[in-house]
């Protein structure tokens, strides 16, 4: 008979649930990403008994996550979703870039088994980290019956990877579903859940290229007051492959920059337009040459438009 899967695999990426500070006072002059991944595990003695595996994929602020670190992680998931014996993955992870990641590991992967990312707003030396509480949630939700893709767990909430964002740059609970609302919380390890878990159609990770560069080079340009073309054109003129524009409301764009996205499409650039708004989603109209992210915002949008042109 086989065996019931019950081993989650914890992968260490850095971010300030690793990080360190001099003084335990001190909430923002930290260092992030510098314990060990087994250290963050060791510290929250109710996983002490839990069946964990703990493995180091990379050490970094997540400021400066990059499409190299991503493959990396992409196919260390896949690698471990693959075992009969693993019944979900935890990813810690900075708190900046996490929404991008969450995006990214759903679009490529899109996970029969839960892959929870969660991180901290303290590093691991604050007088009140939130990192432990955070990771012990994250286990929880790994082992959760019918749990499945990739979701962000912080303060208690569960947030699909489509739908969170970073809200808040200094608040415990600075993570937010907007109107999506949360998939689940997590109270004492039990979940209640309010809505499915996130599905979709995986990429696969043997389309992600070994090599940096042959990642397609995608930049988000912003439109607002006193908008120019300037900006799109420098960037056509050293090859970019794709822009995603963070447009006003519901997808308008200043008309001296939307010129140049048209003059960039002409050129073969591939665009799309996303919101600035921090909720909602752009509607479409009869107006909009361009095409439209949905409800994606802008960083995610990038991510998505990079994988599409793969
Ligand atoms: C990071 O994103 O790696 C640093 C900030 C954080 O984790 O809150």
Request: glycine share 10%; proline share 5%; with cysteine.
């Amino acid at each position: 008979m086989q065996k019931k899967a019950s081993t989650v695999v914890v992968l260490g990426t850095g971010g300030t649930i690793a990080g360190t500070a001099s003084d335990a006072g001190d909430n923002v002059g930290y260092t992030a990403a510098q314990l060990g991944v087994a250290q963050l595990v060791r510290a929250v003695p109710a996983l002490k008994d839990a069946s964990l595996e703990v493995e180091q994929v990379a050490q970094v602020d997540s400021k400066d996550m990059s499409h190299a670190v991503w493959r990396r992680l992409a196919l260390r998931c896949a690698h471990h979703l693959s075992r009969d014996d693993v019944i979900g993955i935890v990813v810690t992870h900075g708190t900046d870039t996490l929404e991008e990641t969450a995006w990214f590991l759903q679009r490529v992967l899109a996970p029969a088994k839960p892959v929870v990312i969660t991180g901290a707003m303290r590093p691991a030396t604050a007088l009140q980290s939130d990192g432990p509480q955070n990771l012990l949630d994250a286990v929880a939700v790994a082992q959760a019956p019918g749990a499945r893709g990739v979701v962000a767990v912080f303060s208690g909430q569960v947030h699909g990877a489509r739908d969170v964002r970073k809200v808040h740059p200094y608040r415990v609970d600075a993570f937010s579903s907007g109107d999506a609302g949360l998939i689940a919380c997590v109270e004492e390890g039990e979940l209640r859940v309010f809505r499915p878990w996130p599905e979709g159609e995986a990429l696969g990770v043997d389309k992600l290229p070994e090599d940096e560069a042959r990642w397609p080079h995608v930049e988000i340009v912003v439109s607002h007051a006193g908008a120019s073309g300037a900006v799109v054109r420098a960037l056509c003129t050293i090859g970019v492959k794709g822009l995603v524009v963070g447009s006003t409301g519901n997808g308008t764009l200043h008309r001296d920059l939307e010129a140049a996205l048209l003059e960039a499409v002409a050129q073969g650039v591939k665009v799309l337009r996303s919101t600035r708004t921090r909720d909602g989603r752009i509607l479409p109209t009869a107006r909009g040459a361009l095409p439209a992210s949905d409800d994606l915002p802008p960083a995610k949008a990038r991510v998505e438009l990079m994988l599409r042109m793969l």
